[in-house]
């Protein structure tokens, strides 16, 4: 288990092999780094055998097709990912909190309630307490506090 929701990461632009293109090929958007493991624990298998995963980066942009993107043009679409993602499908069924599976709906329903605090705590004090695993099971390959909190914040 990482420390992927820590503000401190070894995982730095450095580490990315300087010829990986940081804008997605498609939408032309900045993408996120992400490690090795969050490509190999969520894309299907038959594409996660073929391939090292270095320096490949995840496409947020709402609309884009493109999940992941790397080196030589080489890209996954969200239809090669196992999981539904957040940024990409406005579902309530899609989960905000992949390690808890905390979906869209049950997020804005706790807002309707007034209880969205008491839901982002919710899962803090879980990840505190049970541990988390962003990076294989987040198709960003991070913490999902911050989609969490603009959620919240969305929906009030």
Same mark, same amino acid.
């Given at each position: 288990? @990482?420390? %992927?929701? =820590?503000?401190? =990461?070894?995982?730095t632009?450095? =580490?990315?092999?300087p !010829? &990986?293109?940081?804008?997605?090929?498609?939408?032309?958007?900045?993408?996120?780094k $992400?490690?090795?493991?969050?490509l190999? @624990?969520?894309l299907t &298998?038959e594409?996660a =055998? /073929? #391939?090292?995963f270095?320096?490949?980066? #995840?496409?947020?942009?709402?609309?884009?097709?493109v999940?992941y #993107?790397?080196? /030589?043009?080489t890209?996954?679409?969200? !239809?090669?990912?196992?999981v539904?993602i +957040?940024?990409?499908?406005l579902?309530p !069924? &899609?989960?905000?909190? +992949? %390690?808890?599976k905390?979906s869209?709906?049950?997020?804005?329903?706790s807002v309707?309630?007034?209880?969205?605090?008491?839901?982002?705590?919710? $899962?803090?004090?879980k990840? /505190?307490t049970?541990?988390w /695993?962003?990076?294989?099971?987040?198709?960003?390959?991070n913490? %999902?506090?911050?989609?969490?909190?603009?959620?919240i914040q969305?929906?009030?």
């Amino acid at each position: 288990m @990482s420390n %992927c929701c =820590s503000s401190k =990461s070894d995982f730095t632009e450095e =580490s990315i092999k300087p !010829e &990986v293109p940081t804008l997605c090929p498609l939408c032309g958007q900045k993408g996120l780094k $992400v490690k090795p493991l969050t490509l190999q @624990s969520l894309l299907t &298998v038959e594409e996660a =055998s /073929d #391939f090292a995963f270095e320096g490949f980066r #995840f496409c947020r942009t709402q609309g884009c097709q493109v999940a992941y #993107f790397g080196l /030589d043009e080489t890209l996954f679409t969200t !239809e090669q990912v196992k999981v539904p993602i +957040y940024q990409k499908d406005l579902n309530p !069924e &899609v989960y905000v909190c +992949y %390690c808890f599976k905390v979906s869209r709906g049950e997020v804005v329903a706790s807002v309707g309630r007034g209880e969205g605090s008491q839901t982002y705590d919710q $899962v803090k004090q879980k990840k /505190d307490t049970s541990g988390w /695993d962003c990076e294989a099971k987040n198709p960003q390959g991070n913490c %999902c506090f911050g989609n969490l909190k603009d959620l919240i914040q969305s929906a009030q």
